[in-house]
């Protein structure tokens, strides 16, 4: 059975930084496209950014591009996502996903098979 797990979320100021970790299990990082959604308040749950299977290539989305780094550890069966230059906007829950489609500009399209973290939350203020 997949299962992912996100740690490293908490509260930080204005151009702080973070790092997200998402620990996988039941499956290797290369079985599946994977990757990191956020949901703010109110709103719908987005792509952010997620490494493709197939060859690895990554996709962000626009908001977080030039910001957010998205890498994995295949030896530790580990994704994780570097946020630098974090803005209040980015405050939201942020999950760890497997299993959907993946493309640039946060066209992630999520289905039924798609293996969802608990989630972790991100706060940007001052």
């Known amino acids: 059975q997949r299962h992912v797990a996100e740690s490293g979320g908490g509260l930080v100021q204005p151009g702080g930084s973070l790092r997200l970790s998402c620990a996988a299990s039941g499956f290797t990082l290369d079985d599946y496209n994977i990757g990191w959604f956020r949901q703010a308040p109110w709103k719908e749950r987005e792509g952010v950014s997620c490494?493709?299977?197939?060859?690895?290539?990554?996709y962000n989305a626009d908001s977080v591009k030039g910001r957010f780094t998205i890498s994995r550890d295949n030896a530790k069966n580990m994704l994780y996502l570097q946020m630098n230059n974090l803005k209040p906007e980015d405050t939201a829950v942020y999950y760890c996903?497997?299993?959907?489609?993946?493309?640039?500009?946060?066209?992630?399209?999520?289905?039924?098979?798609?293996?969802w973290g608990q989630g972790t939350q991100v706060t940007v203020s001052s």
């Open positions: 490494i493709s299977s197939r060859d690895g290539t990554t």
């Open positions: 996903a497997t299993d959907f489609h993946c493309g640039d500009g946060g066209n992630f399209y999520s289905s039924i098979e798609t293996a």
